[in-house]
DNA sequence: TCCCAATGTAATCATTGATTACTTTGCGTT
DNA sequence: AACGCAAAGTAATCAATGATTACATTGGGA
């Protein structure tokens, strides 16, 4: 209920844990993962710096809660952009690929830190967690005669490192971010028509 | 000359800076650019906390340091698989995605820091510095009938993004290490069948 | 030889994470 | 309605690190 970064009227914060969280995302969108430091959500909740203690027993939970709830954030945009693709299931992977690289240009320290070798959150990264569904889904695609021959498993990582390359590479600064996503669209359209069977 | 973590017999380190560049790299290969800081390094060259200061301005000039060291190994690591690719271009092209892909796998810490968005090293991305030769490749390889039809820019771009992304998810733990490299390969073939010209 | 610039030491300060004892609050119980 | 207790915050403290300054030592060149 107290407003952030306002003194407090009374003793108990009301919502502190909620508020460090917010306050951590607020540090990371502007100076990355190494910005982010209890002390100052810890301050801009208008707490002591002992307080957070009673939420998160270190820095490193603190920023697991953060992981957390970009998690949640990001699978939400993920999943919007798949509903709005239609029902069409190869419509479907590539809106969540461009759902990807776009949240990537947007949110880029978020980005980061969700897909960090130091995540374990095994609900973050939603391009991940459906590849048996996937893998079936390229190797009917190819007994249809839509794609052509191949290991499934092997187009679908590629479908995969494509994707997470383009993002990543945003996101690391080796692509500007300027025109980016229309780009991706292109570089999307070479490999569908590399793994589309030739007609 | 002094041993590392020796008691040092004379005033002078000799070769401090160099002794704490590699400290740095035996930090970073055990926790990560998080676990690289200017004390430990100082502490493992027998010297005292304020002696890298001579060297070092403060712990992101070490950290430059240490980036443009990986640099020019991780250039001369590329440039070797390059030359032992023999003169074919497109096999020349197929062997430095594949040493990308090596390097990320033996040393992924160094990867990572390499392509920090932090990194601002002209020369440190092998990969991304021949573009306009690349993309020239590509067009004329399209010309002559090896490879189909395509803007030539995305049919690059495609290339590094698998390559990048292949990578990144083995140094940010999407794939496993064991067995990335023969994974790799296959993708690589995949993508190679794509935009080859249909027979 | 001697001087001085380079290099390292010692001491100090600020920031941050972590931890403990103490204080305040407000809710559930009676 | 009063009480008591658990939850939540404060204050104080310690350790580790980065940064900075004044001082000491060394060795090579004028």
Redesign the pocket.
């Known amino acids: 209920m107290p407003a952030r970064r306002a003194k ?1 009227k ?8 909620e508020a460090l969280v917010t306050n951590a995302l607020e540090l990371l969108d502007a100076g990355g993962r190494e910005a ?8 801009r909740a ?17 920023l697991a809660a953060l992981t957390s709830e970009i998690g949640a954030e990001f699978r939400a945009f993920s999943e919007d952009a798949i509903a709005r693709a239609g029902a069409n299931p190869l419509r479907q992977f590539r809106a969540m690929g461009l759902a990807y690289i776009r949240y990537a240009i947007e949110h880029p320290r978020r980005f980061q830190l969700l897909h960090a070798e130091t995540c374990t959150d095994p609900h973050a990264l939603a391009l991940f967690t459906r590849d048996a569904e996937a893998v079936a889904l390229i190797a009917r695609a190819q007994r249809e005669g839509f794609l052509r021959a191949g290991p499934p498993e092997a187009v679908h990582l590629a479908a995969q490192a494509l994707t997470y390359g383009l993002a990543r590479m945003i996101v690391d600064g080796h692509l500007p971010r300027a025109g980016a996503e229309a780009l991706a669209e292109q570089v999307l359209d070479v490999f569908g028509r590399g793994v589309a069977a030739p007609r």
């Open positions: 407090r009374t003793y108990h914060h009301g919502a502190l844990r982010v430091n209890v002390r100052e959500a810890a301050r208008g707490v002591s710096p002992g307080a957070p203690f009673r939420h998160f027993p270190d820095r490193a939970a603190l």
